[in-house]
């Protein structure tokens, strides 16, 4: 059981005991610790489930005397206890589980008259034992993962029970067809903390293909503002099996275009080729266990890493063909060498020798520095000039693997692409012009540390310093609360604050000066 504080939080007067030895000592343990935190000693016993999973039986019920359950949903991949990605059915449960959960939510159903559809919740330990959370009285976000793997239209029946009208469907009808699976993209930073994102998606397309539907409410130049939850679309993938619904998955984050504002499709990305996720060993806490240090940029293998520098010299040969040299080289197949780098200071440059097949196909060779072959490959590339989506197929690197890229911007030199869902900044150049780029310092940014400015517009609602308050690196500063959620904003070196410049309940506009610093 979890012994916790009644009137507290953040762990303190809280622990697990195993036994009831453990519970009598705990007890007094977290006693003390409550009154001494929170001048309360009231005390909550509760079950404790390890490894937990969050998983949903949705059912639908009218006026006469039907009310009937569908396969479970899992949710228990979750960030600030919101579901970042579901999937129907859970990998956890098997027949006998599935019936005895959807009966017993029947049967809660049943129990208070209940009419129209509702999602049962409840968390689940790894020996399949359940336990309810929850009853949600409304059709849920991830409704659309049942319906692609029941053929059930869950709307359509809300309709029928709503107009007073019998179901169109009984028990007996529901039936798993494959998998389906639903990644929720939202407009927010995964590398930073999931903070929420705002702007005008200057560029937008969706993914299509077989078993590919995208829930959104959104076009291009739609407008993602402070007053709404940031979801940007409901991304949902269905298969025969898990692994083909996930296949289908990751091709579709990787070609889904999306400009304008920051979002988290290179965490989606991650996640679902990830050796853990897809054997299904999945809880609650997935991933902060997976990114206790907050997610980061996805790694790549050094095989990846060539492709994604290879894939870039060949479209800056490509578009440099196309735009500067004369009419009568502009047909002539690419025969050149090129040099790519991740690094501002150019230290990791991988050399490659091109040479073009035919309108598709590229041989490409990385070299050495005494001109040798290191590594090679044979790059099939399906692209339109400027479009932000690259389909590749690579023979060597390594493996042979099929990908899909995006291009964002270009200065001609450095190509902003995206590659497994996360941006990276590739250098891309001439062997001419390498040569001349090593006498060109690396750019400086600078950065302003002497002021907090408002990442949006939003609400204030803490402020945890004032002048002359002494902060480190990482201390909270002040809460923003925007797209209904609460903000904790950071300091982001040492200093002292010489002002504050707002004060709880304040409005703030973007940009707006918060607090400054001496």
Request: proline share 4%; aromatic share 6%; glycine share 6%.
């Amino acid at each position: 059981v979890m012994v916790k504080a009644s009137g507290g939080g953040g762990g303190k007067g809280m622990r697990v005991a195993y036994n009831d030895k453990e519970c009598v000592e705990f007890h007094d343990l977290c006693k003390g610790e409550a009154l001494a935190a929170f001048n309360n000693d009231k005390m909550l016993v509760e079950k404790f489930i390890e490894n937990p999973r969050h998983i949903e039986i949705q059912i639908i019920a009218d006026r006469h005397g039907n009310t009937i359950y569908l396969p479970e949903r899992e949710c228990s991949i979750q960030r600030r206890n919101q579901k970042v990605l579901e999937e129907a059915p859970s990998c956890l449960i098997d027949p006998e589980t599935r019936k005895r959960m959807g009966e017993e939510a029947a049967a809660m159903a049943r129990a208070v008259n209940y009419v129209t559809a509702g999602t049962v919740e409840m968390v689940v330990n790894p020996q399949k034992e359940f336990f309810f959370l929850e009853m949600n009285t409304r059709l849920q976000v991830e409704h659309p993962i049942t319906e692609l793997i029941t053929g059930v239209d869950l709307v359509e029946q809300m309709i029928l029970a709503s107009a007073n009208l019998p179901l169109s469907i009984k028990q007996n009808d529901i039936k798993i067809n494959g998998w389906a699976t639903e990644a929720r993209v939202y407009a927010e930073d995964p590398m930073k903390k999931y903070f929420p994102s705002i702007g005008r998606l200057s560029s937008y397309e969706e993914p299509t293909g077989e078993g590919v539907r995208v829930d959104s409410g959104i076009i291009e130049g739609s407008q993602i503002s402070v007053y709404y939850d940031p979801l940007i679309s409901k991304l949902c993938t269905w298969g025969p099996d898990r692994n083909t619904s996930l296949d289908r998955m990751r091709l579709a984050l990787d070609q889904y275009v999306i400009r304008g504002l920051t979002h988290n499709v290179c965490l989606l990305r991650d996640v679902i080729t990830q050796e853990r996720y897809i054997k299904g060993d999945l809880t609650t806490n997935y991933l902060a266990e997976t990114y206790p240090d907050g997610f980061k940029k996805a790694p790549m293998t050094e095989g990846q890493t060539k492709r994604l520098l290879s894939t870039t010299c060949i479209m800056h040969a490509l578009r440099s063909q196309a735009s500067y040299l004369k009419e009568g080289a502009k047909n002539k197949p690419l025969n050149l060498t090129m040099v790519g780098s991740l690094s501002v200071d150019r230290t990791d440059e991988t050399i490659f020798s091109i040479k073009q097949v035919n309108d598709y196909t590229f041989d490409v060779a990385e070299l050495k520095e005494d001109g040798s072959v290191a590594d090679k490959a044979t790059i099939q590339m399906c692209w339109k000039l400027d479009h932000p989506v690259i389909s590749i197929a690579v023979e060597g690197f390594g493996s042979e693997k099929s990908d899909v890229l995006q291009l964002f911007n270009t200065n001609e030199l450095i190509y902003d692409m995206q590659y497994h869902g996360t941006v990276f900044a590739v250098n891309a150049m001439t062997i001419e012009q390498a040569r001349v780029a090593k006498f060109i310092p690396a750019p400086v940014t600078a950065v302003n540390m002497k002021q907090l400015l408002s990442p949006m517009p939003g609400v204030i609602i803490e402020v945890s310093v004032k002048a002359g308050d002494v902060v480190v690196v990482g201390q909270d500063l002040l809460t923003l609360e925007a797209m209904k959620m609460r903000n904790k904003l950071h300091a982001e070196v040492d200093g002292t604050v010489k002002s504050v410049s707002v004060k709880v309940g304040d409005n703030v506009e973007d940009s707006a000066l918060l607090i400054e610093f001496e």
